[in-house]
């Protein structure tokens, strides 16, 4: 394998929902997206008291592109107009397709509410291409027991297998588009080779700690954005680290967003906003405190 070289380093912003620690490393200032990964918000690490008022995203809709939740401590209900309900323990991933259309609630349980505790959660936007776009919703949610660890670098790391193949291993979610996607730990001083073909759009996160690639020393908090000039990134752990790691095919087609819905056209997002009005996304039936 040919390792590809570091393009750029962005930083994370600070945009605090509420009481929520919230960084946002894309979009941000020279980064609109990196397609087809559009979006990213690091909330936490954090710990709430008890008798706290949990996470504040209550009833919303989404169409036209894929969430995916990292729930690295603490744990997530999810509730969506497509009759999926579930609880996701710390370790534990949740894969929603928005597609045509449907509304979601991700709120904290009432265990957490009363008793509080360290949270510490990632959500990704992904995009659909237009053939794509307006495909059935659905929801897979993953503990963590659920999800493959396998061992790299001698044994000073691990890649948890969310989707796409690795090391001879194949991930729980068959992702529409083909994305990979993995959250990588290492040890400091762990060194791994982790393969990016170089026709694929890398996403590289760094969650928490330090790692170096090539010659440059990237901290928490920051996202990488590499050059097409090899299949692998070669990484090293300066500290202890996790790493939020995925790859997937460019979509190249025009991106326009509103809120919460991503289509491709301003007439498409137009029809979005009237059928979101006119009741469509409601599905199985409308989530309590949505006024569709």
């Known amino acids: 394998m040919t390792a590809r070289s570091l393009s750029k380093v962005h ?3 600070r945009d605090d929902i509420a009481d929520l620690t919230t960084r946002r490393p894309v979009p941000g200032p020279g980064l609109e997206q990196i397609d087809p990964f559009l979006f990213l918000n690091h909330h936490g690490p954090q710990t709430y008291p008890p008798h706290n008022g949990g996470l504040p995203f209550g009833p919303h809709p989404h169409r036209g592109f894929e969430t995916v939740t990292f ?3 603490g744990n997530l209900a999810h509730h969506d107009t497509g009759g999926h309900e579930s609880v996701i323990e710390a370790g ?8 045509s259309g ?5 709120i904290s349980p009432p265990s957490f ?11 990704l936007w992904v995009n659909l291409p237009g053939r794509l776009k307006m495909t059935e919703p659905a929801y897979t949610g993953l503990q963590e ?4 660890h396998l061992a790299i670098a001698g044994g000073q790391g691990a890649v948890s297998l969310i989707s796409g193949d690795f090391d001879g291993a194949t991930g729980p979610i068959r992702s529409l588009t083909g994305v990979f996607m993995s959250i990588v ?3 400091a001083q762990a060194r791994v080779d982790l393969p990016a073909p170089a026709d694929r759009a890398v996403l590289l996160y760094i969650v928490s700690g330090a790692i170096s690639i090539g010659d440059s020393v990237v901290q928490q908090w920051h996202l990488v ?3 097409e000039d090899g299949d692998s990134i070669s990484i090293t752990a300066e500290t202890d680290a996790v790493l939020l790691f995925g790859h997937a095919d460019p979509i190249g087609e025009p991106v326009v967003s509103h809120g919460p819905f991503v289509m491709n056209t301003r007439e498409e997002i137009g029809e979005a906003i009237r059928d979101y009005q006119a009741g469509k996304f409601n599905g199985k039936g409308a989530l309590a405190g949505v006024g569709a």
Not at 92 to 99: F, I, K, L
Not at 102 to 106: D, K, P, S
Not at 145 to 148: A, D, G, K, L, R
Request: charged share 10%.
């Open 11 to 13: 930083p994370a912003y």
């Open 71 to 73: 729930i690295l401590t």
């Open 92 to 99: 534990g991933v949740q894969w929603m397709t928005a597609g």
């Open 102 to 106: 449907l509304i979601h609630a991700e």
């Open 113 to 123: 509410k009363q008793a509080g505790g360290p949270l510490e959660i990632l959500q």
């Open 145 to 148: 027991n659920e999800i493959p």
């Open 185 to 187: 730990r290492l040890a």
């Open 225 to 227: 954005t590499m050059a």
